[in-house]
């Protein structure tokens, strides 16, 4: 159940209407995910400095059970996002920063208990 939470410094009306449904299809496939486990906030229009600038960027926090934690895994999904954010948001590879952030069952409730039990 890959969560992704996306904050940038693009006005929300600059952002494309679809590209919260694009990023979840992304997701869904770079993660090897069904697209209906896959959770997606985009919050545009935020205060967001990366490396000391303005310029517009994004920050991408991926946090998901079992597909996000070794640097193998990681270095194969970044270079994909990073593929997938440049295209869709016209951003340099130097303005876009990603975050995995590995997530045990039990941290994450659904349907009155945790995964865990589901």
Do not use: Y
């Not at 939470?5 to 995910?33: H, Y």
């Amino acid at each position: 159940m890959p969560f992704l939470d996306l904050d940038t410094n693009i006005p929300q009306q600059d952002i494309p209407a679809d590209f919260a449904e694009n990023l979840c299809a992304a997701a869904a496939t770079i993660l090897g995910k069904p697209k209906d486990r896959v959770n997606v906030t985009v919050r545009g229009g935020a205060t967001l400095l990366i490396g000391g600038s303005s310029a517009p960027g994004i920050q991408l926090i991926i946090s998901s059970i079992g597909v996000v934690g070794t640097a193998e895994e990681n270095r194969g999904h970044s270079s994909k996002f990073f593929a997938f954010l440049t295209k869709e948001l016209n951003l340099e590879q130097n303005r876009i920063l990603l975050r995995f952030q590995p997530l045990e069952p039990w941290q994450i409730g659904k349907n009155g208990t945790v995964m865990t039990f589901l």
